[in-house]
């Protein structure tokens, strides 16, 4: 019930059914077609729910629901193709998005044994899905049994150069909020009918909420005026004025470029990937996830616009990306697919719909040969599908590159700082800190103390010689150092100041023997130098930091 109330809300639709009746010669009932669409989409969110209940993987689904709809395009007038694939993205916008993703989140975060990533995505692809399949059969029996009238209404041809202007008056406003009411107050009745009846609940904040519902039909139905006062007259205008130019490089630069800024523009985008970021622990990060969302959009309308002027059916388009779809969903990982799918959906929203549709009809009517109903629907079908395929390349490149999530970061710290631990308590081995870093590295090695006794006077002598054959720390301490000759008589020299240095380098074993044979030479120890230098081996060593070229 949620997803027929929203989805019959939906002022993309109603715009689109609206164009599309006008220039079916009357065969397509605008009301008939949005109730189709909207009924296809509550079936298809029943089906959605009924997938995260059971715990079904998403794309055996989905697949299924593609090879249905490219079977049923060879059973189909080339008139209800375009219009059939376009509904399918158009039904997932401004009403239908939050609701069917807060759902579909909501039910996997509280369904034991679900993952809010895996399961709680998809729903919005189920609603995008459906529609094709029953706008399909709807335009099959609409073409074999229903005449076209005698009256064609001229939606989209005679394009004038410069928008129209509208025509307000309070009486057709006051009829176009009464016209939304009856289309959005359905959604609340379905809600409280729910609220009150079946789950026996009080709504907190009653008050609140019936005024939230006030503001939403306000807005609906200024936005539509929008729709038409400005997006679809501006994109009308648009197609008209690239058609007359000679270069066709221009529509396609300019398809890429509308795709691109107003996918970045779509607040139900950012929505998702803002939820997408927040319950993938931080993998996904959402500015990216919408860079890649709007490069697939701004790919497909520009290869949309190539299918228009240069003609050619749109179902060999579509099959191939299909194709696409399916390879790279047993290529993907897991977490991205169903995300991937919704993302398909939730481009072809508020900002995107009027310009892309308008911008289709407007190049199908003017170009010479095209067919508005043919070829004019469709690039919405294309805004829909290329997203897929970006997000999941997406995906698999986060994943070639081992981006973690903030959890899996947590849990990969805490194991390195347990292994650590267990290691450090390994009398076997040798535990060094690494610089730099909070790690420890535990492992088989052998050290040894090398000790370098001098006058205080060669000390810094002494560390410069150490320090050139690898020494990385030394332990100074002071000394009061005797010779044979001071040995006969010391007791009157037992409290004197000291006078030599004691250094001491922890090294590994392998570089001793260089280290006293550098100091050796260096301080002349063997011959009219003063100072001894010896080393020995040292066991269950702890503590030591060395950088880790050194390890």
Same mark, same amino acid.
């Given at each position: 019930m949620v997803g027929f109330g929203t989805t019959v809300? +939906?002022?993309? *639709? /109603?715009?689109? &059914? =609206?164009?599309?009746?006008?220039? $079916? !010669?009357?065969?397509? =009932?605008?009301?008939? /077609?949005?109730?189709?669409?909207?009924? !296809?989409?509550?079936? &298809?969110?029943?089906?959605?729910?009924?997938r995260i209940i059971k715990g079904h993987p998403i794309h055996y689904y989905i697949i299924a629901g593609y090879i249905l709809v490219v079977a049923a395009t060879f059973f189909l007038p080339k008139e209800i193709v375009g219009l059939a694939f376009d509904l399918g993205g158009v039904t997932t916008s401004t009403v239908t998005v939050p609701l069917v993703a807060a759902l579909g989140i909501g039910l996997a975060s509280t369904i034991k044994g679900r993952n809010p990533v895996l399961d709680g995505f998809g729903l919005i692809a189920f609603a995008s899905l459906t529609p094709m399949i029953f706008v399909q059969f709807y335009g099959i029996y609409v073409y074999q049994f229903i005449e076209a009238s005698e009256i064609v209404i001229p939606v989209v041809t005679n394009i004038p150069e410069t928008a129209a202007a509208f025509d307000f008056n309070l009486l057709s406003l006051l009829k176009g909020i009464v016209s939304v009411a009856f289309d959005v107050i359905p959604i609340l009745g379905v809600i409280l009918f729910f609220q009150y009846i079946i789950l026996k609940k009080p709504v907190e904040n009653l008050k609140e909420v019936i005024i939230g519902f006030g503001l939403v039909i306000i807005g609906l139905d200024a936005f539509i005026i929008g729709l038409e006062m400005g997006l679809f007259s501006l994109g009308e205008t648009m197609a008209l004025q690239l058609t007359q130019n000679d270069s066709n490089i221009i529509i396609y630069s300019f398809a890429f470029m509308i795709g691109f800024s107003t996918t970045m523009a779509e607040p139900s985008l950012t929505a998702i990937a803002k939820k997408a970021k927040e319950i993938s622990d931080g993998k996904i990060n959402d500015f990216v996830l919408r860079l890649f969302v709007a490069v697939g959009v701004a790919i497909g309308i520009s290869l949309g616009a190539f299918r228009i002027v240069n003609g050619g059916d749109i179902v060999y388009y579509i099959m191939v990306g299909y194709m696409l779809v399916i390879a790279l969903t047993f290529i993907a990982p897991k977490y991205i697919i169903p995300i991937a799918y919704d993302s398909g959906g939730v481009t %072809? $929203?508020?900002?995107?719909?009027?310009?892309?549709? &308008? *911008?289709? /009809?407007? *190049? &199908? %009517?003017?170009?010479p040969g095209r067919d508005p109903l043919i070829d004019g629907f469709g690039l919405i079908a294309f805004a829909s599908l290329f997203p897929m395929i970006t997000v999941m390349a997406y995906g698999v490149i986060t994943e070639r590159m081992g981006i973690k999530g903030q959890h899996e970061l947590e849990e990969i710290h805490l194991d +390195?700082?347990?292994?650590?631990l267990e290691d450090a308590e390994n009398m076997g081995l040798s535990t060094v800190n690494v610089h730099g870093t909070d790690k420890r590295h535990s492992y088989k090695m052998q050290f040894s103390a090398v000790h370098v006794i001098v006058p205080h006077n060669r000390e810094e002598k002494a560390l410069l010689a150490a320090k050139e054959a690898g020494a990385r720390g030394v332990t100074i301490m002071t000394a009061h150092g005797m010779g044979l000759e001071e040995m006969a008589n010391f007791y009157n020299r037992l409290h004197s100041d000291s006078t030599d240095s004691n250094l001491m380098f922890i090294t590994p074993t392998r570089k001793v023997n260089n280290m006293i044979k550098t100091i050796m030479n260096t301080l002349d120890i063997t011959g009219e130098g003063d100072g001894i230098s010896y080393s020995y081996p040292i066991t269950n060593l702890k503590g030591l930091t060395l950088k880790s070229s050194d390890l």
């Amino acid at each position: 019930m949620v997803g027929f109330g929203t989805t019959v809300a +939906e002022p993309a *639709l /109603l715009v689109i &059914a =609206d164009k599309a009746a006008g220039i $079916s !010669s009357g065969r397509i =009932d605008a009301f008939v /077609l949005r109730m189709v669409v909207a009924f !296809s989409v509550g079936f &298809a969110i029943v089906i959605g729910v009924w997938r995260i209940i059971k715990g079904h993987p998403i794309h055996y689904y989905i697949i299924a629901g593609y090879i249905l709809v490219v079977a049923a395009t060879f059973f189909l007038p080339k008139e209800i193709v375009g219009l059939a694939f376009d509904l399918g993205g158009v039904t997932t916008s401004t009403v239908t998005v939050p609701l069917v993703a807060a759902l579909g989140i909501g039910l996997a975060s509280t369904i034991k044994g679900r993952n809010p990533v895996l399961d709680g995505f998809g729903l919005i692809a189920f609603a995008s899905l459906t529609p094709m399949i029953f706008v399909q059969f709807y335009g099959i029996y609409v073409y074999q049994f229903i005449e076209a009238s005698e009256i064609v209404i001229p939606v989209v041809t005679n394009i004038p150069e410069t928008a129209a202007a509208f025509d307000f008056n309070l009486l057709s406003l006051l009829k176009g909020i009464v016209s939304v009411a009856f289309d959005v107050i359905p959604i609340l009745g379905v809600i409280l009918f729910f609220q009150y009846i079946i789950l026996k609940k009080p709504v907190e904040n009653l008050k609140e909420v019936i005024i939230g519902f006030g503001l939403v039909i306000i807005g609906l139905d200024a936005f539509i005026i929008g729709l038409e006062m400005g997006l679809f007259s501006l994109g009308e205008t648009m197609a008209l004025q690239l058609t007359q130019n000679d270069s066709n490089i221009i529509i396609y630069s300019f398809a890429f470029m509308i795709g691109f800024s107003t996918t970045m523009a779509e607040p139900s985008l950012t929505a998702i990937a803002k939820k997408a970021k927040e319950i993938s622990d931080g993998k996904i990060n959402d500015f990216v996830l919408r860079l890649f969302v709007a490069v697939g959009v701004a790919i497909g309308i520009s290869l949309g616009a190539f299918r228009i002027v240069n003609g050619g059916d749109i179902v060999y388009y579509i099959m191939v990306g299909y194709m696409l779809v399916i390879a790279l969903t047993f290529i993907a990982p897991k977490y991205i697919i169903p995300i991937a799918y919704d993302s398909g959906g939730v481009t %072809t $929203s508020t900002v995107t719909v009027p310009l892309v549709a &308008a *911008l289709g /009809l407007g *190049l &199908a %009517t003017n170009i010479p040969g095209r067919d508005p109903l043919i070829d004019g629907f469709g690039l919405i079908a294309f805004a829909s599908l290329f997203p897929m395929i970006t997000v999941m390349a997406y995906g698999v490149i986060t994943e070639r590159m081992g981006i973690k999530g903030q959890h899996e970061l947590e849990e990969i710290h805490l194991d +390195e700082l347990r292994h650590a631990l267990e290691d450090a308590e390994n009398m076997g081995l040798s535990t060094v800190n690494v610089h730099g870093t909070d790690k420890r590295h535990s492992y088989k090695m052998q050290f040894s103390a090398v000790h370098v006794i001098v006058p205080h006077n060669r000390e810094e002598k002494a560390l410069l010689a150490a320090k050139e054959a690898g020494a990385r720390g030394v332990t100074i301490m002071t000394a009061h150092g005797m010779g044979l000759e001071e040995m006969a008589n010391f007791y009157n020299r037992l409290h004197s100041d000291s006078t030599d240095s004691n250094l001491m380098f922890i090294t590994p074993t392998r570089k001793v023997n260089n280290m006293i044979k550098t100091i050796m030479n260096t301080l002349d120890i063997t011959g009219e130098g003063d100072g001894i230098s010896y080393s020995y081996p040292i066991t269950n060593l702890k503590g030591l930091t060395l950088k880790s070229s050194d390890l």
